[in-house]
């Protein structure tokens, strides 16, 4: 008993210090201690990040203030008058130069205008009516009148006839982009020449018209169709075929083209189907039938080289 009791005693003393020494560490009013706490350092650091991402957005956008400066609104509105007036100077003078608003007009056409067209351009022997609509002294769009002058077939008709050119170089082992280029360009030379040479026989003959630059562009290329058929006949079916079907769109553009111009050349009387006097109606229906005529010509010059 006694030695138990000892033992008892000699745990206590030796626990005592231990005790001691965490009460003094917890209750220490000096503020030495073993370990730091840091919870509370860490709710403010917690507490001053979400004041930094708070900061901005109770601030507000930066741009706010430069939007909302009055010299700021004033530039920008200066700015915007200025591009405003740069774009319609631009649009004026490239609209002097390419009238953009009548290029509209030619291009107005849909799927039945251009399958009506084309078989006009083949077969015009049995359409009557050559005259186009108007509508308040206007022409109306090419996709509600067959008549007037549109620049897509030609467009189209030169594009696939350089195509086609093309090809037949291809079939006979001579094709090259350096001559597949001078098939293009020397196409568009001939359409070139062949308008300013009609502008200056109406200058010369005095012809008082309504015919534009454009139309007798369009006009011109509707030849364009002609020679497609002839080419794509050839090559599928030989030298013969090609004579064939090019001598019949030759013949088909020159009535399209007589019976189109007579109405814009001619006088008034000879497109009623009257008698044509005088010296100046005889001067015009000469040069409807040059231009008429000079349609075959060029299909031929273009073509005949191409099938062999």
């Not at 467009?155 to 293009?184: D, K």
């Not at 008034?268 to 349609?295: D, F, H, K, P, W």
């Amino acid at each position: 008993m006694d030695y138990t009791a000892a033992q008892s005693g000699f745990r206590q003393r030796k626990l005592q210090p231990n005790m001691r020494l965490r009460n003094t560490s917890t209750d220490s009013p000096d503020g030495s201690q073993l370990f730091e706490d840091t919870s509370g350092s860490a709710a403010a650091s917690q507490t001053g990040y979400s004041n930094q991402q708070a900061g901005p957005q109770a601030a507000g956008f930066p741009g706010q203030s430069i939007l909302s400066d009055p010299m700021s609104n004033l530039a920008m509105a200066y700015g915007s008058s200025l591009a405003s007036q740069g774009r319609e100077m631009v649009d004026k003078n490239l609209d002097r130069f390419i009238p953009i608003s009548k290029l509209k007009y030619y291009f107005a056409v849909d799927t039945v205008y251009v399958g009506k067209k084309l078989g006009l351009l083949v077969f015009p022997y049995m359409h009557e009516n050559w005259e186009v609509s108007y509508q308040q002294d206007t022409p109306v769009a090419p996709r509600f009148d067959v008549n007037a002058p549109d620049l897509y077939i030609p467009a189209m008709g030169f594009i696939t006839y350089v195509l086609v050119a093309g090809l037949a170089l291809g079939t006979q082992n001579r094709f090259s982009p350096e001559l597949l280029g001078v098939q293009a360009s020397s196409a568009l030379v001939w359409l070139i020449m062949e308008v300013l040479a009609v502008l200056l026989s109406l200058y010369l003959v005095t012809v008082n018209t309504d015919l534009t630059t454009i139309d007798l562009l369009a006009f011109s290329g509707y030849k364009y169709v002609g020679m497609i058929i002839g080419v794509v006949a050839g090559l599928i079916f030989g030298r013969s075929a090609y004579y064939l079907s090019l001598l019949w769109c030759c013949v088909a553009i020159f009535v399209f083209m007589i019976r189109t111009l007579r109405l814009k050349l001619l006088s008034e009387a000879a497109a009623e189907g009257r008698l044509v006097r005088g010296t100046r109606n005889q001067l015009r229906m000469y040069l409807t039938m040059s231009i008429a005529a000079a349609q075959p010509i060029f299909m031929y010059w273009l073509t005949y080289h191409l099938i062999r």
